[in-house]
């Protein structure tokens, strides 16, 4: 069943609250912890490794799953995050706008907040932009966590000064790329800092930080175009696709496999699903990778966004940011998947939204781009649309996307 905070609250008598606040004050933590029955009629304390939450995945790419995540999972999370963002009790006070069911928001904006002795503003929604413009200048907020597809957002329709009081932005999700960051850091005068993880990793795995120069020692924490280096407590490696065995090394592009105290507990009802992502304790995070002699990761792409055509994989990140580039678009105005062909096996679809302009110009523009020929779609393979479907996070909604091509062009 389903409990509503607004509901108990009213229910709650005042001398429960009372009573509530002095146990939690006076009592040890052992009286507080309820134990539960086992069949054999014992009774069993909770544990660390019992589950604390189940978190959706996004279903980005296919089915939501239920994500099943310990206490250990977010509390060592919640942990890594505060010793490598260092949040300041009475200095620092965080605005926090991602939903709650997103990992990212749960984890960070609850707990790591919770745990660090911050403040926090909660805004409802990330994309009322003029809302929180006006939330972090009221409450001089100095931490923003969000995505790359609302800071777009806030670069329209927030003032520069609005911004003034921020030391540091997070941004994960989706890859950061290039021209938002730029224009974020143009306008607000702060660079957006990347980091990587999944709701399987509770969800954060990797991130960049401001370099650092104390003292007449210089640390290079910021990469662009990376997501960063591990989290304390989090190893990464880079795998053969072919032989998860197969150890890559540095500087190869191949799988990238993440371990760790966040790796977490497994899918809800799904055993067979749980044993293929983790293998010996690693996750297998789906995602291309490589990782440089100095540590920071370079996501290259989904394994899933790629297509096998004529025995060359054609990667479907590679050819939105060559369009959106020669477009000079900021915004996302542009996307691709692929539908089975009985004659090359794929067959890329590229789907352009109304701000991307005439389809045979953006044709003609990839062409110039001097990409390779496979690369290129056929016209009759240009779907246009009104807006790209996105999830509440503000991520491409991949599975949305192949199934609106599959409706408009499957035949």
């Known amino acids: 069943g389903l409990l509503f905070l607004e509901e108990l609250s009213i229910q709650a008598s005042r001398l429960s609250k009372v009573g509530a606040f002095l146990k939690a004050l006076l009592l ?99 994309v009322e932009a003029t809302q929180i413009g006006k939330l972090v200048s009221k409450y001089r907020c100095t931490l923003l966590i969000s995505t790359p597809t609302f800071l777009m957002t806030y670069v329209r329709k927030i003032a520069a000064e609005s911004f003034a009081s921020l030391r540091l932005v997070v941004v994960g999700a989706e890859k950061l790329k290039p021209r938002i960051a730029a224009a974020f850091e143009k306008k607000f005068g702060i660079c957006p800092c990347e980091g990587y993880g999944t709701t399987e990793l509770s969800p954060v795995a990797s991130i960049n930080l401001p370099d650092v120069e104390k003292g007449g020692v210089f640390e290079k924490a910021h990469r662009a175009g990376t997501i960063g280096r591990p989290i304390p407590g989090v190893a990464m490696k880079i795998v053969d696709p072919n032989d998860l065995d197969h150890d890559l090394g540095c500087d190869r592009e191949g799988m990238l496999m993440v371990k760790g105290p966040n790796v977490m507990r497994g899918y809800l009802g799904k055993p067979e699903a749980t044993a293929e992502i983790i293998r010996g304790g690693w996750y297998v995070t789906g995602d291309v990778a490589r990782i440089d002699h100095d540590g920071f990761v370079v996501i290259t792409d989904r394994l899933s966004r790629f297509s096998k055509i004529g025995g060359e994989m054609i990667p479907h990140l590679g050819i939105e ?91």
Not at 81 to 86: A, G, M, N, T
Not at 110 to 119: D, T, Y
């Open 28 to 126: 040890p933590t052992r009286f507080l912890i309820a134990v539960e029955p086992t069949k054999d009629g014992m009774r069993r304390e909770p544990t660390m490794d019992d589950p604390a939450t189940i978190m959706f995945s996004s279903g980005s790419t296919g089915e939501p799953k239920g994500v099943i995540l310990s206490h250990y999972n977010v509390l060592s999370n919640a942990i890594s995050c505060r010793q490598v963002l260092q949040p300041a009790p009475h200095q620092d006070i965080l605005c926090g706008v991602l939903p709650f069911f997103h990992s990212f928001g749960y984890s960070v904006t609850i707990w790591l907040a919770l745990l660090s002795g911050i403040g926090v503003v909660y805004h409802t929604s990330p």
């Open 321 to 411: 940011e060559m369009l959106q580039q020669a477009l000079g678009a900021d915004e996302q105005v542009c996307a691709v998947t692929s539908l089975p062909d009985e004659k090359k096996g794929e067959r890329i679809i590229l789907v352009l939204t109304p701000e991307a302009g005439d389809p045979d110009k953006a044709l003609m523009l990839l062409k110039k781009a001097n990409v390779p020929n496979l690369w290129i779609p056929n016209r009759r393979n240009v779907l246009q649309v009104e807006q790209l479907p996105v999830l509440g996070s503000g991520k491409l909604d991949l599975k949305g996307l192949r199934m609106l091509a599959q409706d408009k062009l499957g035949a």
